[in-house]
C-alpha cells in the first residue's frame, strides 16, 4: 500500500536553531496537509495545500513557520527560528485531488518527525 | 466552533472482550467521520470514513456508527487482542467555516493479555 514518506524520523534542535521536516505525499494526491501534534492531544492543522498553492495557512505562525510545494508534489516544512513550545510531533498527511474531493476523502498520514527543542 | 470530545481518556480491557469507544461532535453539520489508530510515536492509521449520508461502516473487527442528530460515532472493537493497544482518535470534517479536520483529544486503549 502506498504510503506518505516523512524524514527525519526525529530531530532534536537547540531554541534559535532552524529546522526542517520533509514530506512525500501519496502518488497522485493533490492535497497535502501539515499538522503539529502535542503530546496527549489531538492534530491541529497548521498549512493545508492544493498542487502548489496554500488553501488554508491561518494557524501557521507566519513570523517563524514557513511551509513551501513548489511543483505541486513534496513539501518542506520549516521554523526559524525555533522556540522550546514548538516541540512536538509534526505530521504530514494527503488525500485525493481536487478540493472538492477532498472534503470527502479520507486522510492518510505519514509516521511524522518528532521534534525536541532544548 | 465545532468541537470533538472522546470519553474515556484512557480505557484497559481484557483480552477478548468487545468494548466500545464513543466519540461526540458539537455540531451536526459534518461531511464525514474518520477513525485512525496512533500507535505510541507513530502517525495516524486510517480505519474507518463515514460520510454523512451513511449510519455504519465495517472493517474486519471494527464497526463505526455515526449519529448525526445526537452528535455522536461509536467505534466498536469486537474480540479484542493485545495487538489492538493503542490510541483511537476521531475527526470530523464540518461542513461550515474553514471546513478543516478536527480532532478528539483521543482514547487510548489498553488490551491485557
Known amino acids: 500500500e502506498a504510503e506518505v514518506a516523512q524524514s527525519p524520523r526525529y530531530k532534536i534542535t537547540e531554541k534559535s536553531q532552524a529546522v526542517a521536516f520533509w514530506c512525500d505525499p501519496i502518488?497522485?494526491?493533490?492535497?497535502l496537509y501539515w499538522y503539529r501534534q502535542i503530546l496527549g492531544q489531538g492534530p491541529e492543522l497548521l498549512v493545508q495545500?492544493?498542487?502548489?498553492?496554500?488553501?488554508?495557512d491561518s494557524q501557521l505562525p507566519k513570523d517563524r513557520f514557513s511551509a513551501e510545494r513548489l511543483k505541486g508534489v513534496d513539501s518542506t516544512l520549516k521554523i526559524q527560528p525555533a522556540e522550546l513550545g514548538d516541540s512536538a510531533m509534526y505530521l504530514c498527511?494527503?488525500?485525493?485531488?481536487?478540493?472538492?474531493?477532498?472534503?470527502?476523502?479520507?486522510?492518510?498520514f505519514g509516521n511524522g518527525t518528532r521534534l525536541t527543542v532544548t | 466552533k465545532q468541537e470533538v470530545t472522546q470519553i474515556p481518556a484512557a480505557l484497559s480491557v481484557p483480552e477478548g472482550e468487545n468494548l466500545v469507544l464513543n466519540c461526540s461532535f458539537t455540531?451536526?453539520?459534518?461531511?464525514?467521520l474518520q477513525w485512525f489508530r496512533q500507535d505510541p510515536g507513530k502517525g495516524l492509521t486510517s480505519l474507518l470514513l463515514?460520510?454523512?449520508?451513511?449510519r455504519e461502516q465495517t472493517s474486519g473487527r471494527l464497526n463505526a456508527s455515526l449519529d448525526k442528530s445526537s452528535g455522536r460515532s461509536t467505534l466498536y472493537i469486537a474480540a479484542s487482542q493485545p495487538g489492538d493497544s493503542a490510541t483511537y482518535l476521531c475527526?470530523?470534517?464540518?461542513?461550515?467555516?474553514?471546513?478543516?479536520?478536527?480532532f478528539g483529544q483521543g482514547t487510548r486503549l489498553t488490551i491485557n493479555p
Open positions: 463515514i460520510q454523512s449520508s451513511q
Open positions: 495545500f492544493q498542487d502548489e498553492s496554500v488553501v488554508d
Open positions: 498527511a494527503s488525500s485525493l485531488s481536487g478540493a472538492a474531493d477532498a472534503l470527502g476523502s479520507p486522510l492518510h
Open positions: 502518488s497522485g494526491h493533490a492535497t
Open positions: 475527526a470530523v470534517r464540518p461542513r461550515t467555516g474553514a471546513q478543516k479536520l478536527v
Open positions: 455540531d451536526s453539520a459534518i461531511y464525514n
